[in-house]
């Protein structure tokens, strides 16, 4: 059977450097951090200080009031990304396309604002206090549900849990459910709204988050005095659809799907295998799907989390996959502006690899001072540089062992 080709006609994000996908990519490419003294909970009671929070948002401005309210907020920005994302694409998902439009958004931990509210109620007033939205509210999928209800999308409706890979592998889930046409259009991506004291909490103890308390500074990917990551909030989502029905209904089309690898380490629950081993299958696996050579990427944006072993690793990776060429490569990592939006994170990072190919310029990885021997590939230090490419991949990990790949690519009939 041929493999349909897919496409990007619609793009949305709340981020925290912007709350639109145009604000979001300037805020990049000008070097600017969302990162800041964290609000959400009391900075005193946790080493480390700073979040990358999103600024300004208001759910109402895509979605009902009263449904907002019985939301978590992961779903509110899953909901107000999506609603852009499908008004970028133009596209009216009418009786005609309603049931082969379908959902795919991926949360890595859903509704924690949600779960720490509802039990401190139980704990406090008993079960008869406890919201009976409390379940629908908190479970990952209720992102896809609640975008599958509000813009009428009737298609395959699912969500990918895979951590911190949660956004990249619904996407690529997405890609291969049109291109082996079980749909022709995927509203799909990643939200995650984890900046809760149960989180913080976890992720403190495990002694993953930046303690530097200067917000301009906790997050430096690839830089020899990284140490840990800054988690961040948002949401990032694709409209993708067979190349034939953009074509036809004359859509603007970013860019086209390739690509797309997915791997797992079989190692440990937290750390990545040594020496990147199962990233960079992922990567090669990607590549292979792409039917392209390792020599036709020209970026790569990558996972670059902060962390000592996850830079050094995929540092690793990329180079077992392009040997030489990895030292003509331009990675970066643009967590450093935009924080670890964890279940997010690959959807809004797709975003940016696309915008990449789309204006012809690479993101930087700022807060590069310092150079780490065992990262030494090109990470676009601090500014950042015109360069058309033609194909570009993204790379996200997660807790467990998850690796995933994706490329994108410039349209070529």
Known sequence: M????????????????????ETMWNQIIEGKSGIDIVTRVNPDDFPAKVAA???????????????????DPFTQYAVAASVMAVKDAGLEINDDIATRTGVWIGSGIGGMTT??????????????????????????????????????????NSCTVTACASGANSIGDAFKVIQRGDADYMITGGTEAPITNM???????AKALSTTEDPAKASRPFDKDRNGFVMGEGAGILVLETLESAKKRGAK?????????????????????????????????????????????????????????????????????????????????????????????????????????NEGVLPPTINYETKDPECDLNYVPNEAIKKEVTAVMSNSLGFGGHNVSLIFKKLED
């Open 199 to 205: 989180s913080f909490s976890g992720f403190s103890t």
């Open 2 to 21: 041929e493999k349909r080709r897919v496409v990007i006609t619609g793009m949305g994000a709340v981020t925290p450097v912007g709350n639109d996908v």
């Open 115 to 156: 779960y720490e509210e509802q039990f401190r109620k139980f704990m406090d007033k008993g079960y008869r206090r406890v919201s009976p939205f409390f379940v629908p509210m908190m479970i990952p999928d209720m992102a896809a549900g609640q975008v599958s209800i509000i813009l009428g999308a009737k298609g395959i």
């Open 253 to 357: 089309i970013y860019a086209e799907i390739v690509g797309y690898g997915s791997t797992g380490d079989a190692y440990h629950i937290t750390a990545p295998a040594p020496e990147g081993e199962g990233a960079g299958r992922a990567m090669a696996e990607a590549i292979k799907d792409a039917s392209l050579i390792p020599t036709d990427i020209g970026y790569i944006n990558a996972h670059g989390t902060s962390t000592e072993l996850n830079d050094k690793f995929e540092t690793a990776a990329i180079k077992s996959v392009f040997g030489e060429y990895a030292y003509d490569l331009h990675v970066s990592s643009t967590k450093s502006m935009t924080g670890h939006l964890l279940g997010a994170a690959g959807a809004v990072e797709s975003i940016i690899s696309i915008k990449a190919i």
């Open 53 to 71: 929070e999103l600024k300004e948002f208001d759910p109402v401005l895509y979605m009902d009031k009263k449904e907002a309210k019985r939301m």
